[in-house]
């Protein structure tokens, strides 16, 4: 049997989270234990498979880690880092340039600084052409550190978005940043909403699984500071 962390609220139905190797089970206040254990047995498989990959994303992110002569990603594409004397730091269209003999993680919070940077030029200028074709006002747009979502619209149609979407290839940033101008007319998912969607980019769909993808692959490098 699985071992896992029960947790009851006044939910109507049990789920299973896997989450830094371990296991949370939560279900309704009411529900008897066997059936839990039941319904946990049933999704063995699952959950040692979901174990095996968050034990494996665990030790790709202790190992991540940014060196000179290495690589970074950006708008999809990989780009050498390298050293350059004197302290200024940024990218020249061909490399990400920065001072010399920082550790691994001042190479790290330097990179994402660049990444705030170009983010903001980038997605702005995105936000620009696409508002246009969709008739959409945004009241802003902002970079946040956000990890779990790419972007946002808040109720005052001021738009957020992650600088990690920065790593996307284009395709990718110009699906985020149309799902969010959509919002500014609905704030749902709605038909509506994926109908606006659609009528920009009629291959959204495509352009989603790409965009799991570079989740994924965000789950097995550490970006935290």
């Keep these: 049997m699985i071992e896992y962390t029960l ?3 006044r939910r109507r139905t049990i789920a299973i989270h896997v989450k830094n190797s371990g296991v949370e089970v939560r279900a309704p206040i009411k529900m008897p234990k066997r059936e839990i254990d039941k319904f946990v047995a049933s999704k063995e498989n699952w959950i040692n498979n979901r174990l095996a990959q968050s034990i494996s994303n665990a030790e790709q992110r202790e190992a991540f880690k940014l060196e000179y002569g290495g690589t970074v990603v950006f708008r999809g594409k990989e780009y050498p880092l390298i050293a350059k004397d004197g302290n200024r730091t940024g990218f020249d269209g061909e490399r990400f340039y920065l001072p010399p ?4 993680e001042q190479v790290k919070h330097v990179i994402v ?3 705030r940077r170009l983010a903001k030029i980038y997605l702005t200028e995105r936000v620009a052409y696409y508002a246009d074709l969709i008739k959409a006002s945004p009241s802003a747009v902002k970079i946040n550190g956000a990890k779990t ?3 946002s619209c808040s109720s005052m149609k001021s738009l957020n978005f992650s600088w990690r979407l920065i790593m996307a290839d284009e395709a990718v940033i110009d699906y985020v940043v149309v799902h969010e101008l959509a919002h500014i ?3 749902n998912h709605s038909e509506r909403f994926w109908a606006i969607v659609a009528g920009v980019l009629p291959d959204y769909e495509e352009r989603q699984i790409k965009l799991r993808a570079l ?3 965000l ?3 550490n970006w935290e500071e």
Excluded: C, F, H
């Design 7 to 9: 947790v009851r609220s």
């Design 101 to 104: 003999d920082l550790t691994p």
């Design 113 to 115: 600084q660049i990444y």
């Design 149 to 151: 979502r790419w972007g």
């Design 185 to 187: 007319a609905e704030m």
């Design 215 to 217: 989740q994924k692959r």
């Design 219 to 221: 789950n097995a490098e």
